[in-house]
């Protein structure tokens, strides 16, 4: 069982900082066009070389019925041996491959930027997404793999192909 250790130091301070700008530039951004807007929060857990768990809120621009782009903004803690914090940007768009009203089969390109003083995880890809309309105003979805580039250790980039990577999503739409 990993234990995290929380310390709150200026560079958390300004971290939390920037992140509650971004999402409140993202609500206002989003409420002033037309359309469709959600907000949510999801749970994360990416493993390119160490298992890191994100938590971060997400806003979700719908243009139609198929086609919709976000970002979530929030932080991340590496677990293991050195347990490291970090913030973490992840921006993506989806496509509507097949739905029935109720479930949605999506694809999803997206990446994943975390970082504290330095890039520590980094991704960018495809992903097949399954989503369930909870009602008129919510949804859940869940993210599964990973199709595309990831950073290594020496911090070049190479081809990732994994099942492991899973991402929870719960929405709501305003």
């Not at 509650?20 to 359309?35: D, K, N, P, T, Y």
């Not at 990416?46 to 976000?70: C, Q």
């Not at 921006?91 to 990446?111: E, L, M, S, T």
């Not at 997404?129 to 949804?139: A, Q, V």
């Amino acid at each position: 069982m990993a234990v995290v250790r929380v310390s709150i130091n200026r560079n958390d301070k300004i971290m939390k900082r920037i992140i509650a700008f971004l999402v409140g530039l993202l609500i206002s951004l989003s409420v002033m066009a037309r359309g469709s807007n959600l907000i949510g929060g999801s749970v994360g857990m990416v493993h390119p070389y160490k298992m890191a768990v994100t938590i971060s809120p997400h806003v979700l621009r719908e243009f139609d019925n198929r086609w919709a782009v976000g970002i979530g903004v929030g932080f991340g803690f590496v677990c293991g041996g050195d347990e490291e914090k970090f913030a973490v940007i992840e921006p993506y768009g989806r496509f509507d491959i097949w739905n029935n009203g109720f479930v949605f089969f999506d694809v999803k390109a997206k990446a994943c930027f975390g970082f504290n003083e330095k890039p520590l995880v980094s991704q960018i890809g495809f992903c097949p997404s399954l989503r369930f309309c909870l009602g008129n105003r919510w949804e859940i979805s869940a993210d599964v793999g990973l199709l595309g580039a990831a950073s290594t250790i020496r911090k070049e980039w190479a081809f990732k192909l994994t099942g492991g990577d899973l991402n929870l999503l719960l929405a709501y739409r305003l």
